[in-house]
C-alpha cells in the first residue's frame, strides 16, 4: 500500500526509518518531511495542517493509509476533515479525532477529563480574565512552587513554574490580560505542584483495545545536571529503570484502563497513540499531563525497541483487532543524545552544513532540523539530530550515542553529555 506520513521532525523520521521496513509498505512519501526522512520514502513539499493540499495528493497519489506525527493537524480536525469527505472517508487515519485530541490540545478538558474518571492527577482550577483575582486566590492557598499551563498548544513552551508568589501572579495576568501566549493562554490552568520523578508512557489504541509500549524518560532541559531553558528534548532512555513492574501495574490499573473507558464512555472514537506524561511520586504514579501523539525525543528510542511490524499494527487500528498482537520489544536499553544548534532554546542560525554523517555505522541516526541545499545537508532547525544507540547498560547506550555526537560536525554543535546520568546510579 501507498501510504503518508504527516511531520518533519525526528519523530517523523524515526516512524519513516520504521514504515519503510514493513513489506506492506509499497510506497512511502512525507510531508514534509526532512533531509533524512528522504532515505526512506519520498518528501513532498506540503504542510501538515493543509489538508487541502493533503487531500489532494492522498487522492492523486493513492494513498491508502495516513500517519500523523505532530499534535497541531489533529487538534485541528484532520480526523474529522477525511471522515466528512467523500473521497476520504475510507481512507484510514492514524490519530484520533478532534474531541479526542482535546486531551492534548485544552489543559482544562484534560483536567477535567481525568477527575471525571477517577485519574490521579496533581489538584487544579482553571481561570480567565474575568475570574483572575480568583486565579489570584488559589495561588495564594498553594505552596510553592506554582504551576501555570496555557489552556492550548503553545509550542511546547505554555508551562511555567513559578517558585515566588509575586512572580507567579504576575505571569498570571501576563498570560490571561497581555497574550503572552495569544489564544492559547486566554485560559490557565493553575496546577499544585507534583514533587517526584518524571517519565512517560505510551498506549496504541482502536478505541477499545490497546497495547503498551515502552516507557521512557526525556530530558528538557538545555544544561547539564538540567539545568537552564526547557527544550523540545535534549535526550532519551528506553527502559527507565525506577518503572518496576509494581508502578507499572498501577498505571495500568489506575491510569491506562480508565482513560481508554473513559473515551469510550464520552463516545469519543479514539484510535491512534496516547502519550501519558507521569510524575512518579513515592512509587505512585499522577498524570501531568496527556499527549495524542508520540513524544519526540521519546519516539527516538521507543520505536527502535519495537520488534512488530508498525504497519500491521495500525491497520489492525481499522478493524479493531489489536487485542490479536501482542508487543515484542527489544530487552536492551536505548539511548538517544540530541545534537542542537548553538543558541537553542533562544536564537540561532540556520544553514549550516553538517559533515561526517555517512561515519555514523553503528547507531540510528535520525534527521530532525534537516534540509538539503544542493547536494549538501544543513541545519534548518533548532534540535538537529538524534543519535540512537543499543546498549546492555544505560551507560553503554549512551557512550555510543556520544562518540557519534562528537564525530558528527556543523558550527554551533551541542548536546548534552550526561543524558541518563541520574538513572545510573
Given at each position: 500500500?501507498?501510504?503518508?506520513l504527516?511531520?518533519?521532525?525526528g519523530?517523523?523520521?524515526?516512524?519513516?526509518?520504521k514504515?519503510?521496513?514493513?513489506p506492506?509498505?509499497?510506497?512511502?512519501?512525507i510531508?514534509?518531511g526532512?533531509a533524512g526522512?528522504?532515505?526512506?520514502?519520498?518528501?513532498?513539499n506540503?504542510?501538515?495542517?493543509?489538508?487541502?493540499?493533503?487531500?489532494?495528493?492522498v487522492?492523486?497519489s493513492?494513498i491508502?493509509?495516513?500517519?500523523?506525527?505532530?499534535?497541531?493537524?489533529?487538534?485541528?480536525?484532520?480526523?474529522?476533515?477525511?471522515?466528512n469527505?467523500d473521497?476520504?472517508?475510507?481512507?484510514?487515519?492514524?490519530?484520533?479525532?478532534?474531541?479526542?485530541?482535546?486531551?492534548?490540545?485544552?489543559?482544562?478538558?484534560?483536567?477535567?477529563?481525568?477527575?471525571k474518571?477517577?485519574?490521579?492527577?496533581?489538584?487544579?482550577?482553571?481561570?480567565?480574565a474575568t475570574?483572575?483575582?480568583e486565579g489570584y486566590e488559589?495561588?495564594?492557598s498553594?505552596?510553592?512552587p506554582y504551576?501555570?499551563?496555557a489552556?492550548?498548544?503553545?509550542a511546547?513552551?505554555?508551562v511555567?513554574?513559578?517558585?515566588d508568589?509575586?512572580?507567579?501572579?504576575?505571569?498570571?495576568?501576563s498570560?490571561?490580560?497581555?497574550?503572552?501566549?495569544?489564544?492559547?493562554?486566554?485560559?490557565?490552568?493553575?496546577?499544585?505542584?507534583?514533587?517526584?520523578?518524571?517519565?512517560?508512557?505510551?498506549?496504541l489504541?482502536?478505541g477499545?483495545?490497546?497495547?503498551?509500549l515502552?516507557?521512557?524518560k526525556?530530558?528538557k532541559?538545555?544544561?547539564?545536571?538540567?539545568?537552564?531553558?526547557?527544550?523540545?528534548?535534549?535526550?532519551a532512555?528506553?527502559p527507565?529503570?525506577?518503572?518496576g513492574e509494581?508502578f507499572?501495574?498501577?498505571?495500568?490499573?489506575?491510569?491506562i484502563?480508565?482513560t481508554?473507558?473513559?473515551?469510550?464512555?464520552e463516545?469519543?472514537?479514539?484510535?491512534?497513540?496516547?502519550?501519558?506524561?507521569?510524575?512518579?511520586?513515592?512509587?505512585?504514579?499522577?498524570?501531568?499531563?496527556?499527549?495524542v501523539r508520540m513524544?519526540?525525543?521519546?519516539?527516538?528510542?521507543?520505536?527502535?525497541r519495537?520488534?512488530?511490524?508498525?504497519?500491521?499494527?495500525?491497520?489492525?487500528l481499522k478493524?479493531?483487532?489489536?487485542n490479536?498482537?501482542k508487543?515484542?520489544?527489544?530487552?536492551?536499553?536505548?539511548?538517544t543524545?540530541?545534537?542542537?544548534?548553538?543558541?537553542?532554546p533562544?536564537?540561532?542560525?540556520?544553514?549550516?552544513?553538517?559533515y561526517?554523517l555517512?561515519?555514523?555505522?553503528?547507531?540510528?541516526?535520525?534527521?530532525?532540523?534537516?534540509?538539503?541545499?544542493?547536494?549538501?545537508?544543513v541545519?534548518?532547525?533548532?534540535?538537529?539530530?538524534?543519535?540512537?544507540?543499543?546498549g546492555?547498560?544505560?551507560?553503554?547506550?549512551?557512550?555510543?550515542?556520544?562518540?557519534?555526537?562528537?564525530?558528527?560536525?556543523f558550527?554551533g554543535?551541542?548536546?548534552?553529555?550526561?543524558?541518563?546520568?541520574?538513572?545510573?546510579?
Open positions: 500500500m501507498n501510504i503518508l504527516l511531520g518533519s521532525g519523530r517523523e523520521c524515526t516512524f519513516a526509518w514504515i519503510a521496513q514493513s506492506l509498505c509499497k510506497k512511502l512519501f510531508a514534509p526532512n526522512t528522504s532515505d526512506y520514502g519520498t518528501n513532498i506540503i504542510q501538515a495542517t493543509d489538508f487541502e493540499s493533503v487531500k489532494k495528493f487522492v492523486e493513492n491508502s493509509m495516513v500517519v500523523v506525527g505532530p499534535e497541531d493537524p489533529l487538534v485541528n480536525g484532520i480526523h474529522d476533515f477525511f471522515l469527505d473521497q476520504l472517508k475510507n481512507i484510514q487515519l492514524v490519530g484520533p479525532d478532534k474531541i479526542g485530541a482535546q486531551l492534548e490540545g485544552s489543559k482544562d478538558f484534560s483536567k477535567r477529563f481525568m477527575q474518571y477517577g485519574v490521579p492527577t496533581a489538584a487544579y482550577a482553571t481561570f480567565t475570574t483572575i483575582n488559589f495561588l495564594e498553594l505552596k510553592p504551576v501555570l499551563k489552556d492550548g498548544l503553545a511546547g513552551k505554555g511555567l513554574i513559578i517558585d508568589l509575586a512572580i507567579a501572579k504576575q505571569e498570571l495576568r498570560m490571561l490580560n497581555e497574550n503572552k501566549f495569544g489564544e492559547a493562554g486566554t485560559t490557565v490552568v493553575i496546577e499544585e505542584f507534583l514533587d517526584g520523578i518524571e517519565l512517560s508512557m505510551f498506549v489504541t482502536d477499545t483495545n490497546y497495547l503498551i515502552p516507557e521512557a526525556d530530558y532541559r538545555i544544561g547539564e545536571n538540567d539545568t537552564g531553558l526547557n527544550t523540545g528534548g535534549m535526550g532512555v528506553s527507565v529503570p525506577f518503572a509494581t507499572k501495574q498501577k498505571v495500568h490499573d489506575k491510569i484502563l480508565p481508554i473507558n473513559g473515551l469510550a464512555s463516545g469519543i472514537d479514539y484510535t491512534g497513540f496516547i502519550f501519558i506524561g507521569l510524575m512518579n511520586v513515592n512509587g505512585e504514579p499522577f498524570v501531568i499531563e496527556y499527549n513524544g519526540d525525543p521519546e519516539t527516538e528510542v521507543v520505536i527502535p519495537i520488534k512488530n511490524d508498525l504497519v500491521k499494527l495500525f491497520l489492525s478493524d479493531r483487532t489489536l490479536e498482537h508487543i515484542e520489544i527489544e530487552d536492551r536499553t536505548a539511548v543524545v540530541m545534537l542542537v544548534s548553538g543558541g537553542y533562544g536564537d540561532y542560525t540556520k544553514g549550516k552544513t553538517i561526517r555517512n561515519e555514523v555505522t553503528e547507531s540510528l541516526l535520525f534527521h530532525a532540523g534537516t534540509t538539503k541545499d544542493n547536494e549538501e545537508i541545519t534548518a532547525g533548532g534540535r538537529v539530530l538524534a543519535i540512537t544507540s543499543f546492555d547498560k544505560i551507560s553503554d547506550a549512551r557512550d555510543k550515542s556520544l562518540r557519534y555526537a562528537e564525530l558528527v560536525k558550527d554543535k551541542y548536546y548534552r553529555k550526561d543524558i541518563g546520568s541520574d538513572l545510573i546510579n
